[in-house]
C-alpha cells in the first residue's frame, strides 16, 4: 500500500500535464484548509502543491535559513515550471512560512499562475466564527467566479473547515487532544510518534500540550523532528526502532 501512495507522488506532475491535455481547468493549493469543493463546483480540479526537489537553490535566495524545508521544496519546484499548467493557486495564510511563500509566489511567480489568491483563516474553533468565515469563503468564490467567468451554484460550508478536526495554530488546543484521544481509545493506539518538520514553530510549539494531554493515558510519544527532504534518515530509523522495541511492538 505504501508503494502505491509513493507512485502517486512520484507521477504528481504526470497528472498535472495529463489534465492539461485534456483541457481540465487545475488550480494548486496550500493547506488543509482550503476549500476544495468549491473548486470541484467550478469544474477545477484541485492539485495539492508538495515539495520534492533535492535541493533548493532557488527557493533559499528568498526565505531565510530557518525557514521550513517544506515550503522552500514547494516554491523551488514552482519556481522549475512544475507547477505552471495550473490556472492558480489557493494559498491559506496559516502560518508565518506560507505568508511568506504567498508574498513571493505573488510577486514572482503569478504570470505564471494568474489567479493567486490569498485565503486568510481564523486561528479558533469558534461557532462565532462561522459567519465571518463563511463570508471570507463567498469572496473566495466570488473571485473565482469572476476569474472563470462563470457562476458556481454549488455552496461551500463554512462549518466544514471551521470545526473539523484543527490543526495546530487552531486554538481552543483541548479538542486537537480530544480528537487524538478519541483516536487512540477507538484504534487501541500503544504509542504515537509525533514527527514535525524543522523549523515549524506550529507543530513544535503545541508538542508539550499535546504530550500532557496524552500522558493522561498512559501512551509514550516520541517527537521526531526532520527536514522535508528525510535527512538523516537513518538516526530516524534507529530512534523508531528504539521505540517500538520499548513498547513492545514487533520491528521487521
Not at 50 to 63: H, I, K, N, R
Not at 235 to 242: D, F, V
Request: with cysteine; net charge negative; hydrophobic share 40%.
Amino acid at each position: 500500500m505504501i508503494e502505491v501512495f509513493r507512485e502517486k507522488f512520484r507521477k504528481r506532475h504526470q497528472l498535472l500535464q495529463d489534465l492539461k491535455a485534456k483541457n481540465r481547468k487545475t488550480m494548486g493549493w496550500v493547506c488543509t484548509y482550503a476549500p476544495e469543493e468549491i473548486l470541484y463546483a467550478a469544474g477545477v480540479v484541485p492539485i495539492r502543491i508538495l515539495g520534492g526537489a533535492t535541493e533548493t537553490p532557488m527557493a533559499d535566495a528568498y526565505f531565510y535559513s530557518n525557514s521550513c524545508s517544506f515550503i522552500r521544496n514547494c516554491l523551488e519546484e514552482g519556481f522549475q515550471g512544475k507547477y505552471d499548467p495550473l490556472e492558480g493557486v489557493v494559498i491559506c495564510q496559516t502560518c508565518d512560512h506560507i505568508r511568506r511563500f504567498s508574498d513571493i509566489w505573488n510577486r514572482y511567480l503569478k504570470e505564471r499562475t494568474p489567479f493567486t489568491y490569498a485565503l486568510n483563516i481564523p486561528c479558533k474553533m469558534d461557532l462565532d466564527l462561522v459567519s465571518d468565515y463563511q463570508r471570507t469563503l463567498e469572496q473566495f468564490k466570488a473571485s473565482l467566479e469572476e476569474f472563470l467567468g462563470k457562476e458556481i451554484t454549488e455552496e461551500a460550508l463554512a462549518k466544514r473547515y471551521l470545526l473539523r478536526p484543527p490543526c495546530p495554530r487552531m486554538s481552543p488546543q483541548e479538542v486537537r487532544i480530544a480528537h487524538l484521544k478519541q483516536m487512540i481509545e477507538e484504534f487501541h493506539v500503544e504509542g504515537v510518534i509525533y514527527e514535525t518538520i524543522k523549523f515549524c514553530d506550529l507543530h513544535a510549539g503545541v508538542y508539550p500540550v499535546i504530550k500532557d494531554g496524552l500522558a493522561e493515558l498512559g501512551v509514550p510519544v516520541l517527537k521526531l523532528e526532520r527536514e522535508h527532504l528525510l535527512a538523516g534518515s537513518g538516526q530516524l530509523s534507529t530512534r523508531t526502532q528504539a521505540f517500538l522495541e520499548s513498547i513492545g511492538a514487533e520491528v521487521a
